[in-house]
Each structure stands twice: as C-alpha cells, then as structure tokens.
C-alpha cells in the first residue's frame, strides 16, 4: 500500500492575544492511501483551504474562557483538546478535496467535495462530517471556499433569513470587503436596497464601489467620529446592519439604527484578538428602537444550500455578482495567510491553494 508523506499545520498551543505565525508549525507525518477494510471514512486530497476570521476562536480554550463548547458541530474544535498535547492535531477548516478513497456510498474516487477538512495534504475524514458533493464545475473550484461554500451561505442566510431585507432599504455593512461582506453588499443591490460598507483602506473602498457596486464605502481607519460618519451617510438611519467587527462600531450603529431595524451578527473579528473584550455602551437602543438584533450560525442553515446555489448560480454565470479572492500558494504559506486576516492583508476572500487537481 503506497505511503506519502503529509505536509500539516499544527497549533502548537491555544492563543491569546493576536495570533502569531509562530504560533503555529509545518510539520510531516506519514499516511497510508488506502482505507482500512470495512472503513466509512473518506480519504481526501485537499486543493484548497478556507482562511477565515471565526479560526481564531477555534485557537482560543473556549470552555475555559467562557465555559462554553466549541460553535462548530461535527468539526474537531482545538476548545475541545483541554488537556491535551496540540501538537497532535492539524487545524480543522473548510476546503475544496477530491475523494482518492471512500468506504461510504455516497462519495466515490475522483469525487470533488467541499466541506470541512483539515489544515495537511491529505484528510481521513469521517463520512458523517460536513461534505458536499461539487456536482457545478463551470466555476472556479476555489469559489466553493467562499462564493459558493461556507462564506457564500453565511452572507444568503444572514442577509435574506434573519435581515429579511426590503426593496429601498438602507443597509450598512461593516468588513464588507471581505469573504461575506462584499456578497452581502451585491445582495443588497440586487434586491434595490442602498448600501453602504466600511473597509479599512483607500483600495479596499475602491472596490467596494468600482467593483462590487456598493452605494457608498469609506475607511474606517480615516473615521474619528463613527455616529458622525453613520449620519452623514445614513440621515434618515440604518434598516439593517450586517455585523461582522462589533465593539466600537457596533457601538455607533446602535445609535443610528431605524425602528424595527435587523442586526444579523455574522462576526465580532474586533473583539477576537483581545484578553478584555471591549464593552458596548448604546444597547438601551435595542428596546428604544425595537430592533431585532440576532446571532447568526451558518450551520443552521445547510438546509437551504440547494435554494442557495438555485439563486446564486445564475446570478455569477451572467456577471450579476462577482468575487474577489486573494490566492496564496503552498501550505507553508498558511499561517501567514490565516494571520494577515486580522491585520487586513488580505484583498477580498483569503483561499489557500495546497494542490492543483
């Protein structure tokens, strides 16, 4: 039975504070290519993996942090190592595979899949864990770690289930130049809503505008006065905002929210890093305002992928929604990769590409 060697990054420990390069190694393990007799499990050859925000809760030892399990079912979460040594396990993610061995009926050699994976060349998953079977190929693979994949879902869901949106709508979306922000931005446009996102550099508003057909975008980082910018910008105030930094800008939204407005809360990405979360002072406009404010996890809505992709696909195959993705090459690029999110290196969604098909 042919063995090869397993290129894999592994957390060498749990994290506090910014993440760090160094807080993770490449190191080499070896694996048989070939299922045990009588194995469900499915063996992979992972393409491409899914850098994104919400891995570095998985970093953090979260039920001792806040006596909470891991928010990722089905997935081997690092919160749920206590105690044990984090060297012997790669990082877990979303990625683009194809099937080399299957001991499960519903996926064959040859199979493209995506779904959650781990951070080596070569997964053995288990059959029950997340796969989806790529049956659309007349699209980049790499859009199924964020078009089409987890991302892709988490903007659907988060803007039309829990945003329920209306035509003429103000909508503000904060990192919207990310993975699912700039997917909620063209969302909005196609259902007539203005939009307007927040990004964190001049050419990143450029996008926003010349590319993805924002209303309006301004940089963050060039903002002193949030509730001022949010009233120049909104003077008749926010119907929805998409929530994806919290902590101060939540902050300034909740000012400047409409009666009866949404707030889908798809990320905190400000809050992430810190050892003392910052608090948030103007939540008495929740009950002022009536506003429905809602956690948002995507799990909930794997049900809807077939709706999903029924609206989607067509909307990318006519030029309708684009999508900016930013390839990094080799898995000894991954913790650079994964790292550079948090200080906004990354120009549209983060995709690392581990091998070619």
Not at 108 to 130: F, R
Request: charged residues 20%; aromatic residues 10%; glycine residues 10%.
């Amino acid at each position: 039975m042919a063995k090869v060697r397993n290129k894999q990054v592994i957390l060498r420990d749990y994290v506090s504070g910014f993440p760090k390069e160094t807080d993770m190694s490449i190191v080499e393990s070896t694996l048989t290519l070939k299922l045990p007799e009588g194995s469900n499990e499915v063996l992979l050859k992972n393409l491409y993996l899914s850098c994104d925000p919400y891995m570095r809760m998985l970093m953090t030892n979260v039920e001792s942090l806040l006596g909470l399990p891991s928010y990722v079912p089905g997935s081997v979460s690092y919160a749920l190592f206590i105690g044990k040594p984090m060297i012997t396990q790669p990082l877990t993610g979303f990625g683009v595979a194809k099937v080399l061995e299957s001991g499960h009926p519903d996926y064959k050699k040859g199979d493209l899949v995506w779904g959650l994976t781990k951070w080596e060349e070569y997964s053995l998953v288990p059959s029950t864990q997340m796969l989806f079977k790529i049956e659309h190929k007349d699209v980049p693979l790499s859009y199924y770690t964020g078009i089409l994949g987890m991302p892709g879902m988490t903007a659907y869901a988060g803007f039309f289930e829990l945003g329920s949106p209306k035509k003429g709508e103000k909508i503000f979306i904060s990192a919207a130049s990310g993975a699912v922000g700039q997917l909620v931005g063209q969302f909005a446009n196609l259902t007539g809503c203005y939009v307007v996102g927040s990004a964190g550099s001049k050419e990143k508003v450029d996008l926003l505008k010349n590319k993805l057909g924002f209303d309006e975008a301004f940089n963050y980082k060039e903002e002193p006065d949030l509730d001022a910018t949010l009233k120049r910008y909104f003077p008749e105030g926010i119907d929805i905002y998409f929530e994806n930094v919290g902590g101060k800008t939540l902050d300034a939204v909740l000012l400047n929210m409409r009666v009866h407005g949404r707030i889908p809360v798809c990320g905190m990405v400000s809050q992430y890093n810190l050892t003392q979360p910052e608090g948030v002072t103007n939540l008495t406009n929740l009950i002022y305002k009536r506003i429905c404010m809602q956690g948002l996890n995507v799990f909930d809505f794997f049900h809807l992928y077939s709706k999903f992709l029924e609206f989607l696909l067509p909307h990318i195959k006519e030029g309708k929604v684009v999508y900016v993705e930013d390839i990094a090459e080799d898995l000894e690029n991954g913790p650079a990769a994964l790292v550079g999110l948090f200080s906004g290196h990354n120009f549209g969604k983060q995709v690392l590409l581990v091998a070619r098909e």
